[in-house]
């Protein structure tokens, strides 16, 4: 009896705890571009979503969720470099929500660089003399 208190809040902190979905897409997808079958991966059906009433809580300027098959969706062009600059990793978060019963599902998307800047070099041409014996996987 005493254990049973214990298990039971287990099971209840556990339901409760947040689910969370990650994506991962390429920078400068066009508008419309699927990012994901949202629906089909929280569990729920197409038949379910007039009920249930899918929506996304935030960053509806990137992102819009379709009504019918529950598929999310780029809203905009999305720019790596201009959303977050020179940072080694760029991810979006929101929320999903979904109704009768309330649940409320987080949300990453990553956004991966895509090479989309020529590289620039202070000068034309380069000149190296690299010795014959020079150890494989040397850098210059």
């Known amino acids: 009896r005493s254990l049973l208190l214990p298990v039971l809040l287990l099971c209840w902190c556990c339901r409760a705890a947040p689910e969370r979905l990650r994506y991962t897409i390429p920078e400068e997808l066009g508008r419309g571009s699927l990012v994901g079958p949202l629906a089909s991966d929280l569990g729920l059906s197409p038949a379910e979503l007039p009920a249930r009433k899918l929506r996304l809580s935030a960053a509806k300027q990137y992102f819009t969720v379709s009504g019918?098959?529950?598929?999310?969706?780029?809203?905009?062009?999305?720019?790596?470099?201009?959303?977050?600059?020179?940072?080694?990793?760029?991810?979006?978060?929101?929320?999903?929500?979904?109704q009768?019963?309330?649940?409320?599902?987080?949300?990453?998307?990553?956004?991966?660089?895509?090479?989309?800047?020529?590289?620039?070099?202070?000068?034309?041409?380069?000149?190296?003399?690299?010795?014959?014996?020079?150890?494989p996987g040397a850098r210059f």
């Open 68 to 98: 019918e098959n529950g598929n999310l969706y780029v809203s905009e062009k999305l720019d790596r470099e201009e959303m977050c600059g020179k940072s080694a990793s760029c991810s979006v978060s929101f929320e999903a929500v979904v």
């Open 100 to 135: 009768n019963p309330l649940n409320v599902f987080h949300i990453d998307v990553a956004i991966q660089d895509v090479n989309d800047n020529s590289p620039r070099f202070p000068q034309d041409s380069f000149q190296l003399e690299i010795n014959e014996l020079t150890s």
